[in-house]
C-alpha cells in the first residue's frame, strides 16, 4: 500500500471518528509530521504516517524527539493495520471499524 493511500484511509477514519485532521506543511522546518489530529476530547496527536518498509528520515527523528520531549502526543504508524489499531486503541477503544 503506498504512504498516499495509508493517508487517506487515515484521514477517512478521522472524520469517521469526529476528529479534526490537519496536513502539516512546513515551509521553513523540515520533517515535520504528516498530520495533526485533534480528538473531540481535545487530545492532540502528531502523526507520522508511512508503509509497512518505510523509515524516518534523519529530520523527521529530529523533530519527533523534539516532539516527544515536550510531552506531546507523537506517533508513526506504518501500514493501514497500524491505522486501524491506532483508531480502536487510542481513539475510539469501546467501537468496532
Known amino acids: 500500500m503506498l ?3 495509508i493517508e487517506k484511509r487515515f484521514v477517512r477514519l ?3 471518528f469526529n476528529c479534526l485532521c490537519y496536513k502539516w506543511h512546513s515551509k521553513t522546518t523540515k520533517g515535520v509530521p504528516d498530520r495533526i489530529l485533534i480528538l473531540p476530547s481535545g487530545e492532540i496527536y502528531f502523526v507520522e504516517l508511512k508503509t509497512l ?3 524516518l ?3 523527521q527523528a529530529i523533530i519527533a524527539s523534539e516532539l516527544i520531549s515536550y510531552n506531546t502526543n507523537w ?3 506504518h501500514g ?3 491505522v486501524d ?4 486503541e487510542v481513539v475510539c477503544p469501546l467501537r468496532v471499524l
Open 3 to 5: 504512504e498516499r493511500d
Open 14 to 16: 478521522a472524520k469517521q
Open 53 to 55: 518498509t518505510g523509515v
Open 57 to 59: 528520515s534523519k529530520w
Open 75 to 77: 506517533t508513526c504508524l
Open 80 to 82: 493501514k493495520h497500524e
Open 85 to 88: 489499531t491506532f483508531f480502536k
